[in-house]
């Protein structure tokens, strides 16, 4: 079993910055990928981000390229969310998730989920 945990969201202006954590906890957080997932309100959730276990590769949704970027520190069984230019748009709740299915983007993927953390952009 792994749990994990974000923290991070809030409120911030368009065009500010949040950096979302998640941290892992129970077995070993190695061989998992990770991937972080969003859910606005009416909206199905949606695929994000996702880093391989050792970090060397990194996928992300059109709508985040070049203004999100995702990383993890396995000596701390953390993964980051760096989120830049927001918009209001990506008002949302933000999922993490991990998986042992290397560059999975689909939900049905992910055997294991945090809580959320909720994303308001708003001015």
């Known amino acids: 079993q792994v749990r994990l945990e974000e923290s991070g969201g809030g409120l911030v202006q368009p065009g500010g910055s949040l950096r979302l954590s998640c941290v892992a906890s129970g077995r070993t957080f190695s061989g998992y990928h990770t991937g972080w997932f969003r859910q606005a309100p009416g909206k199905e959730r949606e695929f994000v981000a996702a880093?391989?276990?050792?970090?060397?590769?990194?996928y992300y949704a059109d709508s985040v390229k070049g203004r999100f970027t995702i990383s993890r520190d396995n000596a701390k069984n953390t993964v980051y969310l760096q989120m830049n230019s927001l918009k209001p748009e990506d008002t949302a709740v933000y999922y993490c998730a991990a998986t042992i299915r290397n560059g999975a983007t689909e939900d049905r993927a992910y055997y294991y989920w945090g809580q959320g953390t909720q994303v308001t952009v708003s001015s």
């Open positions: 880093v391989t276990w050792r970090g060397g590769n990194t």
